[in-house]
Nanobody, 128 residues
Framework: QVQLVESGGGLVQAGGSLRLSCAAS????????MGWFRQAPGKEREFVAA????????YYADSVEGRFTISRDNAKNAVYLQMNSLKPEDTAVYYC?????????????????????WGQGTQVTVSS
């Protein structure tokens, strides 16, 4: 059974930092694109960041560019999201996602439908 399990969420003050982790099990994702999405109350799930199978390419939503950094460790079958300079508008449930394979371009990385596996999410709350 394939599982993605997120951890590292919590409550932080504006300007603070958090590091999210996503541990995968049940299959290797070393050849797959992986990403992070988030969903705030009353809003649709939105793209945050993604990384190619070999870490050669990373993509970010405009709203987090320069503040968030995505990385992965294929040996550990894991992906991470370092979040700095957090803002109240970053408050959301953050989801880890994995595709079935590599993706061709940014437009694919940002689309939810390109990811076959999803975690249950971890809550991030940023207080002002």
């Amino acid at each position: 059974q394939v599982q993605l399990v997120e951890s590292g969420g919590g409550l932080v003050q504006a300007g603070g930092s958090l590091r999210l982790s996503c541990a995968a099990s049940g299959r290797t994702f070393s050849n797959s694109a992986m990403g992070w999405f988030r969903q705030a109350p009353g809003k649709e799930r939105e793209f945050v960041a993604a990384i190619s199978w070999n870490s050669g390419s990373t993509y970010y939503a405009d709203s987090v560019e320069g503040r968030f950094t995505i990385s992965r460790d294929n040996a550990k079958n894991a992906v991470y999201l370092q979040m700095n300079s957090l803002k109240p508008e970053d408050t959301a449930v953050y989801y880890c996602a994995a595709s079935l394979g590599s993706l061709a371009s940014r437009s694919y990385y940002t689309q939810r439908r390109m990811y076959a596996y999803w975690g249950q999410g971890t809550q991030v709350t940023v207080s002002s």
